[in-house]
């Protein structure tokens, strides 16, 4: 990494200065040792050899073996002097004891001056290209590489970004619209509807001030994306913590606020580039001045909070449909209430599904305040940065949400019905034309009506290309990462939001552009049918390759050839590398894995460093593999961890298997490097997974996340279906009971109402009334609780324990019992090198630095 910024130059300095400082501590010790040694080898008897070694660690301060007392030892050489029941065997021990303990500050100054050479090599040879990954420079001269499905996905992007034909008819549009909202007419109590009342508000919009706390919120937003270039990104670090610039910077912002009649991109073209996801999908940066993105950031912040705000309001108008599978009629309401039986307590299945969707799945991408400074298109959570739920906790819930479904539905009602689809290219063939229409349906002023389709007209320059590239201007679609972009395309899919909701009485729940639907076979059928009049509708194409359907029956049930399921698409449900079946349980895609197999064997190979190697590993296998194989849950059960497990064992055999090393390890495999490039050989096997802090190189292992939950999972999550209906099933014949014997206290009951209700209108709709169900549901949706391993018999917590503060929780006290006892032995403790000497705050600042992915 080039050091590009007075901070990053300022830690090489310190660095260089802590190993030079190191390497005199080194040299200094190993001439004290030496002379120790001499010392001891001049005395005659065990005895005085003990007493010179006492004698020289008092003096020079040598830290004592955990297991042993250097003072305890000094009493016991006096009581010797007098007492012969003090073995020599025992002093011989304390003597091999004592001199062993010599070599501990040995190692750790020979593994702070190796790990001090490794940060070195992270720092001068980066994982990046300048001019961005498969471009290569020379003179006037400029040559673009690549793979093919780059090029490929670049030419479908620009044939639907700079096509002026894309359209949509803003008529039909309008008339589609008006027929949808048309149907929520005000209630008695309201002078205006809710789409009234959302119109009035949005067309009063005005996004307000810039403080110097608003700026530094926007820019630590920014900052989490991938949207600006590394200098710049550099710049803006730097900005955030100078008082007299942020100041500056919100004046000039406020004068541009003031003129947003006048607005423009400027004179020249925005430089745009492609850059590669762990996923596989290429995509295009804009790379803006910062001051024009800082505006358009503070821009979009405010329309995507403000609409996030009248679209939560219009939710909870009342406009909103709310229903279960097999809803409860009045007569059967008028009944349970007779009988002095809950009808709809607050507790119930149905309402967990409607706050759930209103907290994940409604208005994904929009955030609730400025405060919230997540990058919604980062699949890549870091475990370490304590963020708030994020666009992958949401994707895990998910899949959480339709497994926990799928167990209550199969049990209760014999099928589940399972839709999923997304729209081909959604950001880049969203027409201008529907964009415009939504927002003029929806009350935006003229005003910034203009301001928002010239943000959308922007004048793009592939930086690829050179700098004879050409200027072309967008005609279609919404450039990525930016928070105003987010606010048009949700605004425009809150419509198939509601026109769902308003066919089949439930929801669609909504990533981004991936759709989910799930339910009932008929409300399934309506819910497709919707989704296609839409896209066609708004100018939008489906995309087939990740359309699908499943109809899952309950086990005890046969498949039947309904000619209804040929009104869903056949394609299959994929979520990340899983595909559920018919039977309800997901199956790991072993071709999907195949193809991240091979990708991550070539972003291996390009990294020119251990740290980089590591940190590549870190994110692809620990973090992106595992986050698509499914977090555990109990929803999942047992099975769902032992196809991971055995997934994760067919990568390392496949990435490290050779004929010089068959069935070797990424431990094995890092021995290898490590010994070809430092000439290292025999490191511990904790070196490689312990934290950095401890001087080790943080390799995640992601076999310990799944024992951890292992033990506890379920080989059977519908036993908690079962296990509720029996409970309910049992309060039911308490009440049948006590009604029959007269002890039943109604209030309000006539005087004679019969036999009591029967079991099946008590339990008519479970969703509604179970509270035992509720708890089943909510328990389906959790993690299993962890395994947390026990320290050996005999070990302290200074010897096996927490190395440093920190790193607790199952995860470290798996890793620390699993690989510490060797660590100890070699260390003296967990720590492998005193911290003060390690780089840790170079290494926090290379890891802060995005990965630039091989194209």
Known sequence: MEASSATAQSMHHITNAKLTALSKQQKSYEAKKKRIHEAVAEETTPSKKVRVLLDAFAVHEIEAPAHISISNVIRFMEQRKHDSSVSPSLVHDW???????????????????????????????????????????????????GRKEMHDQRETWESLVFDMNIKSDPAAIEAYLGKLFGSTSKSTKLSKTPLETMRQSINSFHPGKVTVDVLKLCITAMLKTDMLSKAKRTALGDFRNNSMILQEMVDVLNLQLDALDSWSWGDGPVNVEVRRALNGKYRVYMDEEIIQALLLHFVGMSWAVYLKIRFNLFFHSGAWQQSTRSPMDGRARLKRQNYGLDVAPHESVRNERQHRYNSDYFMPQLPSSFYDVRDQYNDERDEDKGDPRNAIDVKQSLLHLISAETAVNTQLHGSFTVLQSDFKWFGPSLPHSTILTVLRFFGVSLQ????????????????????????????????????????????????????????????????????????????????????????????????KEKTGSVHILHKTKSASGSILLNKLPHGRIRWGFLILDSTGQWQIDDEQVEGHIRELRTQLEACKSIFAWVQAWNIYVARFVANNFGEPAICLGRPHIDMALEAFEKI?????????????????????????????????????????????????????????LRKFSSNDPTELIDRALELEKDDYNKLKKQYEEG???????????????????????????????????????????????????????????????????????????????????????????EKRLLPIGLIDMLKEEKIKWQV
Not at 653 to 672: C, I, M, N, W, Y
Not at 805 to 826: A, C, K, M, T
Request: aromatic share 12%.
């Open 448 to 543: 910034w009506l203009k301001f928002i389709e010239k943000f959308l007209m922007a004048p793009l320059k592939f930086v690829h290309d050179g700098p004879n590239a050409q200027t072309q201007i967008r005609r279609c679609g919404v450039p990525i990462q930016h928070r105003l972009a987010d606010a048009l395309g949700e605004a425009v899919l809150f419509c198939l939001d509601f026109a769902v909701n308003q066919s089949t009485q439930t929801n669609l729940h909504r990533m981004h552009d991936d759709l989910w639907f799930w339910g009932s076979l008929n409300a399934s059928i309506k819910a497709w049918q919707t989704i296609q009049e839409f896209s066609a509708v708004m100018g939008l194409a489906l995309n």
């Open 652 to 708: 390392q055999q496949k990435l490290f298997d050779t004929d010089d090393l068959p069935s070797a390890s990424v431990t094995e495999h890092l021995r290898g490097k490590l010994a070809v490039r430092f000439g290292t050989e025999n490191m511990p096997d904790g070196f490689f997974y312990f934290p950095v802090e401890t001087g080790g190189l943080g390799l995640r292992n992601p076999f310990i996340p799944l024992m951890v």
């Open 743 to 833: 002890n039943l206290m109604l209030s309000g009951r006539p005087p004679s109402l019969g036999e009591f209700i029967s079991f099946g209108e008590y339990m008519q709709c479970p969703e509604e009334t179970s509270k035992y169900l509720k708890v089943a549901y909510e328990t389906l949706l959790r993690a299993p609780a962890a395994d947390l391993i026990k320290p050996a018999s005999g070990a302290s917590r200074s010897t096996v324990g927490e190395p440093c503060q920190g790193f607790n929780g199952p995860y470290y006290q798996w890793l620390f019992q699993l690989y510490g006892s060797e660590i100890v032995r070699r260390f003296g403790g967990l720590s492998m090198g």
């Open 95 to 145: 003597q091999l004891t004592l001199e062993q303990a010599l070599d501990v500050p040995s190692r750790k100054y020979e593994h702070a001056l190796l790990f001090g050479r490794l940060v070195t090599e992270w720092l001068a040879n980066p994982n990046d290209t300048p001019l961005g990954a498969g471009s290569r420079e020379s003179g006037d001269s400029f040559e673009h590489i």
